[in-house]
């Protein structure tokens, strides 16, 4: 007998029983076509049952308030509606014996006016990412965002929590705080995007405060153990971002004090593209913070089922994510489990309405066949 694969082991995810370590990435599909960005039984709820096998899912980024929004027909965790619609797809998976995080989503300056009736996209500070936005009308340039107030600030960390309260009440089995690829959070960590001189920016205590005030505010609608969380380091050259010598120490101090708290997770990313010309980029995320933090850590971004199993067997990571190959691999975890080779996914069909694409990528295997 073969030695079981390390991405089939069992995990114990800080209390939430894993049948396996093959995580299902959020991924953004675009899909929640209606006036109240509501996702529905019929769509997403068969989309995420589909890949209900998965160890864990971690549903698509979900905007926690209007102002959060900036990509057209993304779902919301904002509405009473909203929550509604969430229950009809959590209620799915966990009928298929899955499991399912709800990722909370405050893209920050990665906007446009088109979104919030003329009125500017809010950010730490008045830096145009110079990016596109996916607007209703098509991509569109990204604008110079009204730097937040304190005020603003403060109410936007009452709104992650709202949107926590909510997602608890739609029946998710955790969260995870969007604190990645360029969106608001990350824009306050780096200092090209964050140049406040208040107590949220010039050192990098001030940069970390709102996501560790984002933290404490959840903390107090839901069980910290339920909690997980999203970083991406070296991200450099996407979503508008820019790394300087402050950034990765800024990651470095955030990790180390994410030890104070008992999340669900840590779920990190390896650089999106090629950083090794950047000097005070990190080239190997999971090796440099594995010895850093105590907790459980997702690794993401470009594995496959051999490089899955070893970053788990060298002991740099406790479970592994996978975006894109759930996308055509709704069986992925029995794919892995019988060596079924993959189903390419189809890029022209990610972010457009309706079942194409999103329903119709079949599973090749016995047991995933049965979920369906
Ligand atoms: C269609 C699509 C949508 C995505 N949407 C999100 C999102 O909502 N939130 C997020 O944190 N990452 C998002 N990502 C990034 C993925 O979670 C993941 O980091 C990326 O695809 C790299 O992993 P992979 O190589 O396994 O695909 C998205 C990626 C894709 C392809």
């Known amino acids: 007998m073969s030695k079981k694969q390390a991405l089939l082991e069992p995990y114990n995810l800080n209390g939430l029983e894993l049948p396996n370590r093959v995580v299902m ?3 953004t599909r675009s899909r929640a076509t209606n006036s109240e960005n509501k996702p529905t039984g019929e769509l997403q709820g068969e989309y995420y049952k589909q890949r209900a096998s998965a160890g864990l ?28 619609g969430w229950k009809e797809v959590t209620h799915k998976v966990h009928e298929a014996n899955g499991r399912i995080f709800l990722q909370l989503w405050h ?51 009452q709104d992650f929590k709202n949107a926590a309260r909510n997602a608890m009440e739609a029946g998710f089995d955790g969260v995870e705080i969007h604190s990645s690829n360029g969106y608001l959070l990350h824009q306050f960590f780096n200092a090209t995007s964050n140049h406040r ?27 910290e153990n ?43 990313s390896e650089p999106f593209n090629d950083v ?16 850093m933090y105590n907790g459980t850590i997702i690794i993401n971004a470009g ?36 060596n079924v080779p993959l189903s390419e996914y189809n890029q022209d069909t990610f972010y457009t309405p309706g079942k194409e694409g999103y329903l119709d990528y079949e599973a090749k295997t016995e047991r995933a066949e049965a979920l369906q």
Not at 198 to 222: C, T
Request: net charge negative; charged share 25%.
């Open 25 to 27: 990435a959020p991924m």
């Open 57 to 84: 899912i971690i549903a698509e980024g979900s905007q926690i308030s209007k102002r959060a929004v900036g990509y057209v027909n993304t779902p919301g965790i904002y509405s009473q509606e909203q929550v509604e």
């Open 226 to 268: 339920k909690i997980g969380l999203r970083l991406n380091p070296s991200l450099n050259g996407i979503f508008g971002m820019t790394m300087d010598e402050e950034t990765i120490p800024t990651f470095d101090y955030i990790i180390k004090k994410l030890n104070d708290y008992d999340l669900a997770y840590l779920h990190l």
């Open 197 to 223: 001189t208040d107590e949220y920016g010039g050192s990098i205590e001030n940069r970390a405060k709102i996501l560790f005030e984002v933290i404490d505010a959840i903390k107090e609608v839901m069980p």
């Open 276 to 291: 090794s010309d950047i000097p005070y980029a990190e080239t190997e995320i999971a090796k440099r913070y594995r010895p």
């Open 303 to 338: 594995f496959d089922q051999e490089s899955g199993n070893r970053v788990i067997e060298e002991g740099n990571a406790d479970l592994v994510a996978f975006g894109k190959p759930f996308i055509s691999n709704p069986d992925l975890v029995e794919r892995f489990e019988q």
């Open 107 to 157: 893209v920050g300056r990665m906007s446009h006016p088109d979104f919030h009736n003329g009125e500017l996209p809010l950010a730490p500070s008045a830096l145009n990412p110079n990016d596109k936005s996916f607007t209703p009308e098509g991509f569109k340039d990204t604008v110079t965002p009204k730097a937040m107030t304190i005020e603003e600030i403060k109410e936007t960390v």
